[in-house]
């Protein structure tokens, strides 16, 4: 049987399901989504687009 790869939104959700079934306090610890504004400012903190950091992590990561 060949594996499923979810895209990472799906993934994420599922792993939410989960902590709130089998850990609901730790759940309850998660901050909600970053908003276009909280990224926006990261941005701007940062001085580079947030792409860019996670291209960076992306090719640090996979080689």
């Not at 060949?2 to 610890?29: C, G, K, M, N, V």
């Amino acid at each position: 049987m060949a594996q499923q790869i979810l895209p990472p939104s799906e993934s994420w959700s599922r792993i939410d399901a989960w902590l709130a079934t089998h850990a609901a306090s730790d759940f309850a610890l998660l901050n909600p989504p970053a908003t276009r504004d909280d990224i926006e400012q990261a941005e701007r903190l940062l001085g580079i687009p947030v792409l860019v950091i996670l291209l960076s992590l992306s090719s640090a990561m996979t080689g």
